[in-house]
């Protein structure tokens, strides 16, 4: 039962530079995939809700674009989004690679945060990959760049330091009403997560630059009594690429149709046939029209 007098909710915005554990930590907060993950930066596209609901409060998490130096219209739109999620936030949840030293553009992220007057929690991420002696001085380093509210060291992968988080998250956060039912965890839609585990696959299986240049539009998903039938077609850059991500004899395409089967089952716990179709578009990164069509809309 809630007690409403004393219920928290707010939001809560994930912000860092690519590849540093930002879906991996939503994805752990929510209990479930809803953001895709990739050792290759640049992989989420689109801002994210993960929606954390206890007896005592609701924080919802926006997961954004790694903020980088864009390099075509879908680069500029990823930064945009980014940028925007800092804007109508409680509190701004930094996340950093604690294997790496500080970088440049996290300097800049520094002193946007300052600009914003927000409260920022910075998570140290990926803890359980550093000796322990090595992790005081990277905290005194990070320190140096904002008045932190907390410093929160974790292992988003192994679900540790999660609790701590959402203790620090609450002492920001204003008393306040539910804004979703409880029993939701993201406002993605299921054909943009399937969408999304496609893609996911891609970056897994594929060389370096086809992956950047591929995005998946459901284009038709049947809900049946014992199984979900969905059409996927995958758009490419080049018509090299979409040999590449075909295989030899249709090899690699199956494989890639295997993989996002299995995980887009867990999603939807039911049996899923999934039937994928690649064609090229050229330059669609660059094309306005093709980019909202994709579903990378701003608002």
Not at 72 to 99: H, Q, Y
Not at 134 to 150: D, G, K, M, T, V
Not at 266 to 279: A, F, H, I, Q, R
């Amino acid at each position: 039962m809630k007690n409403k007098n004393n219920f928290k909710s707010g939001f809560a915005a994930i912000i860092g530079m690519p590849n540093v554990g930002k879906s991996t930590l939503l994805n752990a907060i929510a209990g479930q995939k809803i953001a895709i993950i990739s050792d290759k930066p640049q992989t989420t596209r689109n801002k994210i809700l993960a929606i954390y609901t206890t007896d005592t409060e609701q924080i919802v998490f926006t997961d954004t674009p790694g903020i980088h130096k864009p390099h075509n219209k879908l680069g500029e739109f990823m930064v945009n989004a980014a940028n925007e999620s800092m804007k109508d936030t409680d509190v701004l949840i930094f996340v950093v690679d604690a294997t790496k030293k500080i970088q440049d553009t996290e300097r800049e992220i520094a002193k946007n945060i300052g600009k914003t007057g927000l409260p920022c929690i910075l998570v140290i991420n990926k803890v359980d990959l550093v000796k322990k002696e090595n992790l005081l001085p990277l905290i005194a380093n990070y320190s140096c760049l904002h008045e932190f509210e907390s410093i929160v060291p974790m292992s988003a992968k192994n679900n540790d330091g999660i609790g701590l988080l959402i203790e620090d998250i609450r002492e920001h956060i204003p008393e306040g009403p539910e804004f979703y039912d409880e029993d939701m965890v993201t406002d993605q839609p299921e054909k943009q997560i399937a969408a999304e585990i496609i893609r996911e696959k891609m970056l897994w299986l594929l060389d370096k630059e086809v992956p950047h240049g591929i995005a998946i539009e459901i284009t038709k998903m049947q809900e049946k009594e014992k199984i979900t039938n969905i059409y996927a077609t995958i758009f490419c850059e080049k018509a090299t690429h979409k040999g590449i991500i075909i295989g030899k004899g249709g090899e690699m395409l199956k494989k890639i149709g295997s993989m996002a089967r299995g995980d887009i089952e867990k999603m939807l716990d039911k049996k899923v046939y999934l039937e994928l179709w690649v064609k090229v578009k050229s330059d669609w990164r660059n094309s306005d029209f093709l980019i909202k069509n994709f579903g990378y809309n701003a608002e």
